[in-house]
């Protein structure tokens, strides 16, 4: 056990599965000598090699193309595209090729891709360093999406996503990197080590996909959220003195539609919460299926706190993300109705 | 013809030529003539005149309506065979979806690729894919994709992977002139050049892209060959209607690659002696006899031709061979047709479509799996 | 007024605005000599010249790329991507500068790009002929997206998109290009003549974007949809002998979302239904946004009917397509809760 | 220097020298010398000077936490002052992010740049853009992209409309090494060669792309000056911190381009003399010394040189100048702060945020918009 932040258990994840499997490969922008722009790979080509953690030029097609293919050869790639944001050059070998491998071969071919990239915002990174673009994948069959909220999460979910024979396109929540954000930037930053999900095992370890996570329990209102808004979400809850259960869906494909439904069932109340931009966002998908499996337990609409309806704007930022303010109007309109 | 392991700089010149073997005589003249065998020359003819009897069944067995689509390879079959031939099996292909030679040489089964067409019963892709999007693992054989030139960078990667692996397998691409243009092009470029990748990336330039003239893809301008330049990626510019020639510049660019002399590019040049597809109707775009016209002729002809002068050959040979060709691509189709067609059975399980879309079916899938299937029992109109 | 099919009456739009505008001008793959593989620019270059209907290379991204290009100096571009399922090359063009410029700018630049796009099945044309991807691009904020359901809506929205100052991107439901289709593979093909929408003026009009269509009234329960299941759900509905009102949203974003609430609010019961996969397809948001406006107004769950969430299987296209078998289960399913 | 209308063939081997002016000991020479008069020499050092000062202070503005980010362009200076000089004003101007002196000579505003920096009331982002992502429509400077190299195949674009409209004005954009590898660099070639678009495609080579060398994008198999070959497209290969090199060999690619002459691709060889941005920390990838060590020099230096030698300046009147920069750039910084900082107001309004996503603000949008504002007059914690 060791304490560490999501850059140190991401870190770790890759160092662990690159020591277990010698078909793991690391690639990227910077990732290899430099370690990456957010340190996420700093160390590993010094302990595994250039052979093994690679530099890749500026090119998000070429480095899921490339990747693709070394898979089709035995290998398990680990991509890192720099920024969300710049995922859409590589997005066509995401959807048409990588995505559909499997299908389209009868699984004679299959593709154990790992995408890793840092979404959202809240870190002064404009329109261009800040999106969270999880629903469109999570829109494409054959892809599984994850996006966890602490380290302890993200080293096992990241494990499993490696060691899983479908492509992974596994989100960073980039704000939360080196520290839980209850969404009030001018709190002094804190620390993971004071965070129960910190401690982290040095080695090998998973946590499966698509399980969601209850991190706390309620029986006023479900709050279904992940990444950087499992924090928010807890924070505003508390400050409201409202009592209620918040789930981490840390996978977001495929959905364990099982533990929302049984936890709104038992409220009877839900607001659904995340960064991306709210028109066909993510939430959608979450208001739709629950509405569905739930209704006759609904005792009011589900709200949806999500991110407005326009590009990330560098100097609104805080009126952009969903803060605790906004979490909590959101809580209030769904308590307060009916 | 230089030696396979020279600097990229002295071969700058074999991008601007046209590398031949057979002259119009059909004669093998010049560095580049193989030194192939009766048996592997007449092999790759039997190939050949299979692959135009099968493309000429099934052309004719789509306008019947028994297949939905097809697409042809007429006059380009030498760019397929020849390459072919000089491969290992254990080399990886990443082909364009008019390398059904390919499929064929590395024994993919005529019955098996009229069964995919079919999408029946037999069919390896399930009924998942359109026809003419083969695969065969097997015979290292990638899955054909509907988007163009997405296998390039995906063969460069291949490639990459095996040199990691300390193997010497190389990886062999396909794509015509027209998807030089698509981003993936310049992605298998940069990443073949920048990690030396052992690959060989083939640009088929059959003069036309759909309705489209090679120029519209800057072929006018600069021999799709030179493209690699750029990169200090050799390019070799070649008669692809000459069979021993496309295999000639294939074994060079497979002994440099397996040397670790990284990539080759190399341009076929041939024409489309077809319809781009049975959706299309080139009368609306070209002159009906250009490809009469077409400098570089009949790769059929030229092969023909060659083993005549070789004494190997004659006229009724081929015509026998020919027809025995047709006769076993008729008694395929049958036995294909045995394993369901579009409108007689037996017909695929339709549940599978849900399976292979992840390793293990989750929920969700299985609920509309469910779903579909209780679907399926029901009358409708009611 | 002439009887169009929607090839013709899309055809009829470019063409008359190449007429009245100078700015204009269509470009694409095989769109100039030979008129676009499925004829919709049949013509246009012999009648306004190689300059103003281009053959563009086979590279969406560069197409994308040079339209905004051309925008910013003035031109009013009309570009086709010759299938939806292959407009993913240029999908960064389209997202992170398209939607974006005239934001990032301030409005001191625009992009009124067109982009048409043949989308939707059951034209046998497996997993890459087939896709229906506007969930995805009714995600991105910027942009607007539209889907006509007949010839006379394909010629008014067009007009109305090619004169919109924003960025368009225009689905076109390859099924019915040559006449409308209620979802019966086995019947005879119908043409446009006999449907009222098939009359279209020669000249100019527009139908304005951002306005829903109720394509026909009733009280029981509501259909929502767009494209080639509009007439799917009517026949459905017929054949069921429900009353359904039936809204064709047209105009996928901005979303009128006033008509869709007006009518579930008399209705009290409602399905969604398109062809794209369900997952965080387009019908999520639908689903999600009707369920806040009308919550009290419901009397059952909203159902969806949608594709399956795989990739477009050639054999399966008939268990795959939203037939009028699935909507008519689709709408038991709604009649019958509660 | 051959003449602007010489056929693609005569200029390839301008992708492989180096073209340079300047000389080591500052005199120019050979056949690329421009004539520049002492006032347009005198105007480019003051423009140097100057953004050496701008970029000095706002890096400094960013460590105190006063902007957010910042991107220096060190020992760039001339690969946009050189070029600047070159064209036209109703030239359209396509930038990557390090072009901050084009947006000068363009008449940006250095009081309006600032702001823009500080996100305040006086931005003309209105606060949606991270700093340095510049615009000027009446300047014709495109606005900046995150995105690298999207500015490529749009600068092409616009080329190709302005021959469609029959305006003689052409097109330019600047690109880094690493961003050669990117898809759009593709695109933009292509579309440039089809079509002969009169665009200049500049690649600014300055040895590194964040924290990797030029190699890991090719750049050393093979120039980027080179990589236009392949599609038959000039590249010229320039001296980056000779600023006449500069100027001259862009006003060569823009006779060409303007007499119908088509695209040219050149690529400026310097060296990044900062971090990458202020989030960079180079002494993790490269020698702190690297610099110092560049064989080009650094090219404030060799302009003075160059006028010095001329009698035309002396170290004091470069002392003096680089005082009275300094001392503009405070001035304009401390009018800046009076229009807002990232902490003292006066902000944007926020409701800003909603405006301009499309021309007519939508139903949704109107309402997002209300409850922000609403939520804006809350007290939180309450
Ligand atoms: C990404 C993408 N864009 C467009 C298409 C549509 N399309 C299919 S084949 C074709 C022409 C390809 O021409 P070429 O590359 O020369 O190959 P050929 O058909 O001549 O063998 C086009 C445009 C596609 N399949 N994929
Ligand atoms: C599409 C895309 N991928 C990655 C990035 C992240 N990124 C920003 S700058 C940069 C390096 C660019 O290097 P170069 O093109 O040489 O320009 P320079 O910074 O040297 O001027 C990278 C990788 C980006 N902005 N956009
Ligand atoms: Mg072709
Ligand atoms: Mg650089």
Known sequence: ?338 | RPATNVDFQETEQLAFELIRVLDDDFEPRGPWAPDLDKDQLLESLKLMTLVRAYDDRMYRMQRQGKISFYMQCLGEEATSIGPGMALRDGDMIFPHYRQQALYLMRGTGLLNMMCHCLSNTRDFCRGRQMPVFYQHAEGNMFTISGNLCTQYPQAVGWAMAAAIKGSDDIAASWIGDGSTAEADFHHALTFAAVYQAPVILNVVNNQWAISTFQAVAGGERRTFAARGHGYGIPGLRVDGNDLLACYATTAWAAERARNGGGPTLIEFVTYRGGAHSTSDDPSRYRPRDEWSAFPLGDPLKRLTGHLERLGHWSKDQQSELEAEMKQHVADTWKEACSHGTMTEGPFLDPHEMFEDVFEEMPRHLDEQQAEMMELEEQEWPK
Chains 1, 3 share one sequence.
């Open chain 1, 1 to 338: 056990m060791a304490e560490m932040n999501m850059i140190q258990a991401i870190n770790s994840a890759m160092d662990v599965m690159l020591e277990r499997d010698s078909s793991v490969v690391v690639m990227g922008q910077d990732v290899g000598y430099f370690g990456g722009v957010f340190r996420c790979t700093d160390g590993l080509q010094k302990r595994h090699g250039e052979h093994r953690v690679i530099d890749s030029p500026i090119s998000e097609g070429g480095i899921v193309g490339t990747a693709i293919g070394m898979a089709v050869n035995g290998l398990r790639p680990v991509a890192e595209i720099q920024f969300a944001d710049y995922i859409y050059p590589g997005f066509d070998q995401i959807v048409s090729e990588l995505a559909r491998i499997r299908y389209r071969s009868d699984a004679t071919f299959t593709t154990p891709v790992t995408i890793r990239t840092p979404s959202g915002g809240g870190i002064r990174g404009g329109q261009t360093h800040s999106q969270s673009p999880e629903g469109i994948f999570a829109h494409v069959s054959g892809l599984k999406t994850v996006m966890p909220s602490n380290p302890y999460d993200a080293k096992g979910l990241l494990i499993s996503a490696i060691e899983s024979n479908d492509p992974v396109v596994f989100f960073e929540p980039k704000r939360i990197y080196n520290g839980p954000f209850d969404g009030d930037p001018n709190k002094p930053s804190q620390s993971w080590s004071a965070h129960p999900r910190g401690e982290v095992p040095d080695d090998y370890y998973t946590v499966p996909l698509g399980q969601a996570d209850i991190v706390q329990e309620g029986d006023e209102i479900t709050i279904v959220t992940y990444g950087t808004i499992v924090h928010v979400a807890q924070a505003a809850a508390q400050a409201l003195g409202v009592n209620a259960e918040v789930i981490d869906v840390r996978t977001l494909m495929p959905l364990d539609i099982m533990t929302l439904q049984a936890s709104v069932e038992k409220t009877g109340r839900c607001l659904v919460a995340h960064e991306a931009t709210r028109f066909c966002g993510y939430g959608a998908e979450l208001v739709a299926s629950i509405q569905r499996a739930c209704f006759w337990h609904l005792e009011a609409p589900i709200e949806r706190v999500a991110g407005w309806d326009t590009p990330y704007p560098h100097a609104f930022e805080w009126q952009y993300f969903p803060t605790q303010k906004r979490l909590a109007a959101g809580i209030r309109r769904v308590m307060e109705a009916g």
